[in-house]
């Protein structure tokens, strides 16, 4: 399987294996979600680069994950965005067919989407080598 759908798989088996996550969310969703009801969280497109090494193929990842809400503030989604960054760190390390050689925060954004409409976008590096 290619590092893609191993890394995208993965993250949502974590997404939505937390507790604190199924708790606070109404789904997790593989891309836009078309009839969810907020808040709830969503995988953006991912980019991969090579990051092979001479004797093994390698993938650099770019993941992120959006997590929508509403309220006054953006307090609930900016703590829902710090619960999606926990359960992504907490990756396993061996995938199929891959490790994971790294996970690493990029950027965290917290975004007003209109009267009372949240979004945070939560984003990460994988770095992972074919075993």
């Known amino acids: 399987m290619s590092a893609e759908s191993v890394l995208q798989?993965?993250?949502?088996?974590?997404?939505?294996?937390?507790?604190?996550?199924?708790?606070?969310l109404n789904g997790v969703f593989e891309g836009p979600a078309v009839r969810a009801s907020l808040p709830f969280a969503e995988l953006g497109e991912l980019l991969a680069v090579d990051w092979g090494t001479k004797t093994a193929a390698g993938r650099e990842l770019r993941i992120a994950v959006t997590v929508r809400g509403a309220g006054d503030t953006g307090a609930a989604v900016a703590?829902?965005?710090?619960?999606?960054?926990?359960?992504i760190e907490r990756l396993p390390r061996d995938l199929s067919g891959w490790r994971v050689a790294s996970v690493v925060l990029l950027r965290t954004r917290l975004l007003r989407g209109g009267p009372g409409a949240w979004a945070a976008v939560v984003e990460y590096r994988v770095r992972m080598l074919a075993v």
């Open 9 to 24: 798989a993965a993250v949502l088996t974590v997404l939505r294996g937390d507790a604190g996550l199924t708790a606070g």
């Open 79 to 87: 703590a829902l965005a710090g619960a999606v960054g926990a359960a």
